[in-house]
């Protein structure tokens, strides 16, 4: 059954006079209150537009093995997918690829492997295999080249404790940046930052104190930028956002561009980023039982004086944080964000997917709404993930009713429609 959005609009702000509804004189109060009370009413009630002209959800089924995913669309809009094995699907989101190359830890509480694709069309994995989280995993870099031969492959030495959370950016067929987790005591840990360097890959330095072992973190890379986006969630955690420059000494850039971000109460982590075609970062995050937003723009800095809050009302589990995945257009304009809401057990492991978006580069949202599908959380290991190619987001996520990845999309290329009411109270917070 498909489930149809409220649609945000953006274009509503200079509507809403703040200083007369913030600081309203005695005798218009009564007044001003009312008004905004029947706005407020008839937004609620009148339709934004014939519900045939708003997006829905299209199913797809079953389309790839595994448990734990990455995805990443290329400049052709080839989608390409690595699991247990390596997949592309076209822009319909038809299968054109299946490959025996990919991640050899698809156990129910791995974590995911990683994904890049280059201007050219070249492929590049980052996966595990061989060992145990105690000792370190085997970590091995493969290239798919541009003319679809597997020409690579190249272990990551030496191995670490817990180094099963992986990441990889690429500025170029020749151009790579990696990160592996490094356990230091218990369960807190730092960031390896490694970089091809001719026939190896090499560790460049750690990023310390911004990842703890049960948390993820991710790698993208957009506009000449290399973004690494991570979480420690103790009991009052934080989220790190950082980047460099492919040709600069980009372990020390990193160290000195970590933001910090601290939205909502209780541990947060679990963040992911899309990067869109103006270099511009999309981040999402989980606090406790809540996902928030913020965008960077091309310049790197927060475009948001305070993250949006989006989801709320998640659910319990293990940690309680929010579990989220996003994606954006390529002009940065269209944002789509899921989120898991728990069923309350440790794993949260059978959980309602639910979805919301934004037509105005996420500064207003629509209320979110459920998908009607649930999916296995895997403690946040075993995330969705989202893909944009022009107008059309799709989906990919570990479906409870089959064994395995489903694939779902939407095409987001209505105008937006009035102002949804989470939208509305960002613009009254932030003024």
């Not at 180094?163 to 840990?189: C, E, H, K, T």
């Not at 927060?302 to 929010?322: E, Y």
């Amino acid at each position: 059954m498909m489930h149809l959005p409220d649609q945000p609009a953006p274009g509503r702000k200079s509507n809403r006079p703040v200083t007369t509804v913030v600081e309203p004189a005695p005798l218009l109060r009564r007044p001003v209150l009312w008004w905004c009370s029947l706005f407020i009413l008839l937004a609620l009630l009148l339709p934004a537009r014939p519900l045939s002209a708003r997006p829905g959800w299209r199913f797809h089924g079953l389309v790839a093995q595994g448990g734990q995913i990455d995805a990443q669309s290329g400049a052709d809009g080839t989608i390409h997918l690595v699991s247990s094995r390596y997949y592309q699907f076209d822009r319909q989101g038809r299968l054109l690829l299946d490959e025996p190359v990919g991640d050899g830890r698809q156990g129910a509480m791995d974590f995911p492997p990683a994904l890049a694709v280059d201007a050219e069309g070249g492929v590049h994995l980052l996966t595990r295999h061989d060992g145990s989280w105690s000792s370190g995993l085997a970590l091995r870099y493969r290239r798919r080249s541009a003319a679809g031969t597997w020409d690579r492959d190249m272990a990551l030495e030496p191995r670490a404790p817990r180094n099963y959370v992986v990441g990889i950016g690429v500025a170029g067929p020749d151009r790579l940046f990696m990160l592996s987790g490094r356990q230091v005591a218990n369960v807190w840990g730092n960031i390896v930052l490694w970089q091809q360097e001719g026939g190896s890959v090499l560790p460049e330095g750690e990023l310390t104190d911004i990842w703890r072992v049960d948390t993820d973190a991710r790698m993208r890379a957009g506009n000449d930028r290399i973004f690494l986006v991570s979480g420690r969630c103790d009991g009052d955690g934080s989220v790190y956002f950082t980047h460099c420059r492919p040709d600069s000494d980009c372990i020390t850039e990193m160290r000195a561009n970590l933001r910090v971000h601290r939205g909502g109460s209780g541990r947060r982590g679990m963040p992911d980023i899309a990067i869109d075609g103006l270099g511009q970062g999309h981040l999402t995050y989980g606090a406790d039982q809540e996902v928030y937003y913020n965008r960077y723009d091309a310049s790197q800095r927060p475009v948001f004086a305070r993250d949006r809050k989006i989801f709320s009302d998640l659910g319990t589990w293990h940690l309680s944080i929010g579990l989220s995945a996003v994606a954006a257009s390529a002009d940065g304009s269209r944002v789509l964000a899921v989120a898991l809401r728990s069923d309350g057990s440790k794993e949260a492991g059978n959980s309602e997917l639910l979805w919301s978006w934004s037509a105005d580069g996420g500064a207003t949202w629509s209320t979110p709404r459920s998908m009607g599908v649930r999916t296995d959380g895997g403690e946040g290991r075993r995330r969705p993930r989202l893909v944009a190619v022009d107008s059309t987001f799709f989906l990919f996520y570990a479906d409870r009713e089959a064994r395995g990845i489903s694939m779902a999309s939407i095409d987001l290329e209505q105008d937006s429609g009035p102002p949804a009411i989470n939208g509305a109270l960002h613009l009254l917070l932030d003024g």
